[in-house]
């Protein structure tokens, strides 16, 4: 298992930037996929961003490509979501995943984080 907390979000204006951290711990060495998901008011959780452990190439969601940007320190075992160009769209709590080679897909979740775009 793999424990997984979200930092980093707050309050932004439109055409401003926030940067999430997604510090992870324990269960790592059969990690290959890592990312962020979010959940507006009233919708379905939606992809986000991904990252393959191994250097592969990242995959954003058409809505945020271009303006959100993943990335992964390894040396701190912290995941990032850098977002700029935000839009009250963006709007929603924003959770970080991860994927081991198990078959079992997404399943370590972090509780999630607060991004509230105002315009």
């Known amino acids: 298992q793999v424990q997984m907390v979200e930092s980093g979000g707050g309050l932004a204006q439109a055409g401003g930037s926030l940067r999430l951290s997604c510090a992870y711990s324990?269960?790592?060495?059969?990690?290959?996929?890592m990312g962020w998901f979010r959940q507006a008011p009233g919708k379905d959780r939606e992809f986000v961003a991904q990252?393959?452990?191994?250097?592969?190439?990242?995959d954003y969601a058409d809505s945020v490509k271009g303006r959100f940007t993943i990335s992964r320190d390894t040396a701190r075992n912290t995941m990032y979501l850098h977002m700029t160009s935000l839009k009250p769209e963006d709007t929603a709590i924003y959770y970080c995943?991860?994927?081991?080679?198990?078959?079992?897909?997404?399943?370590?979740w972090g509780h999630g984080t607060q991004v509230t775009v105002s315009s």
């Open positions: 990252l393959t452990t191994h250097g592969g190439p990242t």
């Open positions: 324990g269960r790592l060495f059969n990690l290959y996929r």
């Open positions: 995943a991860a994927a081991a080679t198990d078959g079992m897909g997404w399943s370590n």
